[in-house]
């Protein structure tokens, strides 16, 4: 993997970095898809923060949720008919103490739901590195570039990363 | 407060990357508290549950007191990173990490003490439902069973909300480290690089795990009451037991915040980030929360005394003014009138020394107040011929001062790995300041004009 990115001070440059970036898509050759935005912070006020944005996680939570009730209720219900015995004059299967247990499952269903969807839709973990990264994202720099760039459109990225107002550029190679 | 990204990342991790004689001289007294409550717990593994003071009728004592004890302290999180967070508090976020590591931790003290109460501990697993040869199941209209379900949910979610926040930190400290640090770092940061469909997804879950945390929460404690009041035992068999609970617990989870976050301000340094602001503002919830546990106690002994059962009154009168009155007048003194006035006055409330002077006695009041709902109703049941007496032997005494020495060996440990406060979402909080700032200035002169 390829990359050539600019390292921005502050959202405002990184956001005109973007739209330039945007703008020069088709004459340049690349996707949008190939433009690359990392930041050691979110920044959902500017256009460059909201990428990728629409998520159905707290449906999937709710989902979560809804199947853990149910394994929840089946599972006590089941097993008390399995091991009928009867105690402090309750019925085998009893609404309100099962529905604790239920309850308890519910949520406990949709919390690893919603831990299983971050993982997955974040594609994390990723052990292996081979992504565009740089460290200085650490110290308030935010990352805007492109993957992948075509040959010929390098060295005119690499203009117009600077003229946005990027502190350094570079190009990655991994 | 106009400090650099930079600035506050090398103030806030120089903790885990520094650490002086005296970290590692508390680390060795605290493990050696520990140790010496692991060796009472293997002396009485050995010899059995007789070395301990439990006996008829007193079958509940200090174990079931630190238990129930620990998970009210581990509302501290819940309360204040939950809440706080659905509700928008600004002030929380460099309060935030210190509060979910106490819930994480309290919790897993609080679920050792089924454990260390149990004759042959070895035998805890029949507690987990599991298909097996023994003919039995486990009792699923019990309360303890409840206990099972719901501490272990609250420890997953709490140990997930204490996690998920924690990857872009790791990762930063991934970044500025070598070595041995680095790979460790790398694996648990998950990679995390800072996409902003990543942060998207991180903040979505954090909400969701917010909202879906607190009923929870609010579940554990209301079950854990239901541990006694299910049970037909004289003070034991009330409706008031399950909200009760949950505000000792609040109450007694941000006093024990507010002792953790002074004593992290003053040895990591962190003046200029826990400030007298966020002091005062969990002095007013414990204000609030004192007043809430005072109310609870009076409608409580003011219904059991109306009722005049004498089963009840028996119990009533041995913690009013019989054996245990001494420790009830103490309780009512630490929880309510030692820092109630202390909170009440804006002037003392505004000073860190201060409310850290009323949060203490906070702490000794509610274990107080859960041994004196255990004990005196088990010593005291229907019929007086069977009426006992509880005396703590040195093998419950070391156990529970060694728990309360895990605690403080577990966040020393937690502080030297984790940054104490959440960068992040620290500096998340100057940038959306920084950009509210020419809006409130703008506001500000609109009403200042004719």
Known sequence: MKAIYGLYPDPDSAQRALNVLERAQSELGFRKEDIAVLSGEPYEEYGFGQRDKVTRMPWLAALGGLIGGLSGWWFVSFTQKSYPMISGGMHLVTKWPDGIITYELTMLGAILTTLVTLLITARIPDWRGRKLYDPAISNGRILIGVINPPEMAREELEKRLRTAGAETVKESVS | ?450
């Not at chain 2, 050696?32 to 549950?49: I, K």
């Not at chain 2, 309360?79 to 819930?103: D, G, K, Y």
């Not at chain 2, 790791?170 to 500025?176: K, M, Q």
């Not at chain 2, 913690?319 to 001494?326: A, D, I």
């Open chain 2, 1 to 450: 407060m106009d400090k650099t990204p930079e600035q506050i990342n090398q103030d806030l991790l120089r903790p885990i990357y520094h650490a002086s004689w005296r970290f590692y001289a508390s680390v060795a007294v605290l493990a050696a508290l520990v140790l010496a409550a692991f060796y009472a717990w293997g002396y009485q593994m050995y010899h059995g549950l007789g070395v301990s003071g439990l006996n008829r009728p007193v079958y509940w004592g200090f174990y079931i007191t630190n238990f129930v004890f620990w998970i009210g302290i581990s509302h501290a999180g819940t309360l204040i990173s939950a809440i706080l967070r659905v509700s928008n508090a600004t002030w929380r976020r460099p309060v935030t990490r210190c509060a979910e590591a106490i819930t994480v931790f309290s919790l897993s003290i609080a679920a050792m003490f089924p454990l260390i109460h149990l004759g042959r501990p070895w035998l805890f697993f029949w507690l987990i439902p599991y298909p097996s040869e023994r003919g039995i199941w486990p009792q699923f209209r019990s309360p303890l069973l409840w206990d099972f379900f719901a501490i272990n949910t609250y420890l997953t979610g709490s140990v997930i909300f204490l996690l998920l926040p924690s990857f872009p930190d790791f990762a930063l400290i991934r970044d500025r480290s070598n070595g041995w640090r680095k790979k460790i770092y790398s694996i648990v940061s998950l990679g995390w690089r800072g996409e902003p469909k990543q942060w998207h997804r991180l903040e979505m879950a954090m909400r969701i795990m917010a909202v879906a945390i607190i009923p929870v929460a609010v579940s554990v404690h209301t079950i854990v009451s239901w541990d006694f009041a299910m049970a037909p035992v004289p003070g034991w068999h009330s409706t008031i037991f399950g909200p009760y609970f949950v505000a000792g617990a609040i109450f007694s989870g941000i006093a024990a915040l507010i002792i953790a976050m002074a004593l992290l301000r003053k040895l990591l340094h962190l003046e200029e980030y826990l400030k007298p602001l966020h002091f005062e503002n969990l002095g007013k919830l414990l204000l609030v929360m004192s007043l809430l546990w005072f109310y609870f106690v009076f409608a409580e002994r003011l219904t059991t005394w109306y009722g005049n059962f004498p089963s009840e009154m028996s119990v009533f009168w041995s913690t009013q003014l019989g054996r245990f009155s001494p420790l009830f007048w103490t309780m009512v003194f630490c929880n309510f009138i030692i820092p109630a006035p202390i909170l009440a006055i804006k002037s003392l409330r505004s000073k860190i020394g201060w409310t850290v002077v009323a949060a203490v006695p906070i702490v000794i009041g509610m274990w107080l107040e859960r041994f004196l709902i255990i004990v005196p109703a088990l010593s005291h049941k229907y019929l007086p011929y069977a009426y006992g007496t509880y005396r703590p032997t040195w093998v419950e005494i070391t156990i529970t001062i060694g728990t309360f020495a895990g605690m403080g060996l577990l966040y020393l440990i937690f502080s030297r790995v984790f940054p104490i406060i959440s960068i992040w979402e620290l500096k998340l909080g100057m940038q959306r300041k920084a950009e509210a700032a020419p809006e409130l200035a703008s506001q500000e002169a609109a009403t200042e004009q004719p």
